[in-house]
């Protein structure tokens, strides 16, 4: 079945700091590429939809300077949190669209910010 | 816009035995999806059954099934013979035959008690 995995799992980083997680479809090209965030005990909110090759599409509330969003290629998007406070803190969960299969979900990167 | 309506925050089971999980939705579409994703403690996304709306068989696999009610925009997952790695917290999910975007309910969380 097709894989989608994450980079890192896991980041802590001080308050003011950029991280980058990257998310990769390994054995699939991928055009559509989503982000979404998720809260303890909650559900997955979207936070952008991302395209190869173009500019992300961002859901109302998110912010586009602080939530930046790279789909360089088929396999590979990134999400870099801009300036990291500690209300980023959440669990981020990318997913990775194969043409008759649907959303393939990678495991998930958990941000804490100090 | 579409929306999901998970009305069971929580639910438990005792192993072996069968358990019902619901979900509602909104749309005024014809061409859509449904799917239950499930989402153990490892957080990872899993997708357990899909069923789209233009057929009117209901979607089986294996010891998990659907029963959709179109008219009634009812969408329910049956798990039968529970299993102790069953438990994990399940999302109803949408998505419009026209788009790749997933609409999420809020989630039941399902305990199996051995």
């Known amino acids: 079945g097709a894989v989608v995995s994450q980079h890192p799992s896991r980041v802590i980083c001080k308050s003011g700091t950029s991280v980058k997680i990257e998310c990769r479809s390994l054995d699939f090209q991928a055009t559509t590429m989503f982000w979404y965030r998720q809260f303890p005990k909650q559900s997955l909110m979207l936070m952008a939809t991302s395209n190869e090759g173009s500019k992300a599409t961002y859901e109302q509330g998110v912010e586009k300077d602080k939530f930046l969003i790279n789909h360089a290629s088929l396999t590979l998007s990134t999400l870099t949190v801009t300036s990291a406070h500690p209300e980023d803190s959440s669990f981020y969960i990318c997913?990775?669209?194969?043409?008759?299969?649907?959303?393939?979900f990678g495991p998930g990167t958990r941000l804490t910010v100090l | 816009a579409q929306t999901v309506t998970q009305s069971q925050p929580e639910m438990s089971v005792q192993e072996a035995e069968t358990v019902t999980l619901s979900c509602t939705y909104d749309t005024s579409e014809s061409d859509y999806y449904l799917f239950w994703y499930k989402q153990p403690p490892s957080r990872q996304m899993i997708l357990v059954i899909r069923?789209?709306?233009?057929?009117?068989q209901n979607a089986t696999e294996n010891r998990f099934s659907v029963n959709f009610q179109k008219a009634a925009k009812s969408f329910s997952l049956k798990i039968s013979d529970s299993q102790l790695g069953d438990a994990a917290m399940y999302f109803c999910?949408?998505?419009?035959?026209?788009?790749?975007?997933?609409?999420f309910g809020s989630g039941t969380q399902l305990t199996v008690l051995p």
């Open positions: 999910a949408y998505r419009s035959g026209a788009a790749r975007q997933l609409t």
């Open positions: 069923q789209e709306a233009y057929k009117q």
């Open positions: 997913s990775a669209w194969e043409l008759y299969n649907e959303q393939f």
